[in-house]
């Protein structure tokens, strides 16, 4: 049998069959826009039914910070990464074009200009819609970051083998 041969319904529903409709997001970035992209995808695949996991690692810890919440590491190049990582959801600068927050600013003006909902509420609606969150505790640690600095709703503080693990029973799998 030649690929030529092979119909795709067959092949879509061998992938179906074998993965549930799972989706793992990596959101390593504390870019504005990233966040944006990995809480909309989020969210259209809670919509649809999907089961959603989003794994928060070194950057992408800023946007589940508390604003403004401080770090309590006690040598100073920790304390260092808290102070220039002042976290929280609504202050994530853009990946490009950030020009020191008036780029940012402009972007959240036609945000809001058509409606589109901002970070801090993509992630309630993530929330609402069952998207679970999990929190890096190897780079809590290396940034840290405290379980206290980090927002509620934080489903679960693990390592990479719960990661792989989620990965590994989806079938869609992302890493922004």
Known sequence: MTIAQIEPTTVLGDL???KPDRVTIVLLSGDLDKAMAAFIIATGAAAMGMQVTVFFTFWGLNTIRKKGARSSASD???RMFGLLNKGGADTLPLSRFHF????TRMMQVVMKQHRMPGVPELMETALELGVRFIACTTTIGLMGITKDTLIDGIDQFAGVTTYLAEAKQG???LFI
Request: aromatic fraction near 16%.
């Open 16 to 18: 179906k069959a074998a």
């Open 76 to 78: 100073w190049l920790r």
């Open 100 to 103: 020191w927050g008036v780029g």
């Open 171 to 173: 079938s869609v799998n």
